[in-house]
């Protein structure tokens, strides 16, 4: 049974920087890409960007492209994502989820995932 633990959020100020990591247990992530979605009070969860299998490939949604980074590390079963230039709409609980998926590609739709993990609260604020 897969179990997902993320962690790495808190209080940043507009500008800077968080690394969240999603540690992953039960299965070897050579057969899963990973997603990471965040969900703000009163909005639907919404994906933020994935990484393939074997990390050749990843996706990101527009409103954080060129500001967050996702890789991984299989021999860690982690997944990391890197934050940067972080804006107070970027606030929101951030989780990631598993994807039994072997392409070198990957979507960004929250349902094509599951095992989501309870998330890290990621607050934007000056």
Known sequence: ?????????G????GGSLRLSCLISGERL??????????????????????SNLG??????DSVKGRFTVSRDNAKNTVYLQMNSLKPEDSAVYSCAV?????????????EYGFYGQGTQVTVSS
């Open 30 to 51: 050579d057969y899963y890409a990973i997603g990471w979605f965040r969900q703000a009070p009163g909005k639907e969860r919404e994906g933020v960007s994935c990484i």
């Open 11 to 14: 209080l940043v100020q507009p």
């Open 56 to 61: 050749r490939g990843t996706n990101y949604a």
């Open 99 to 111: 994807k039994y998926w072997g392409e070198n590609w990957c979507v960004i739709d929250p349902n």
């Open 1 to 9: 049974q897969l179990h997902v633990v993320e962690s790495g959020g």
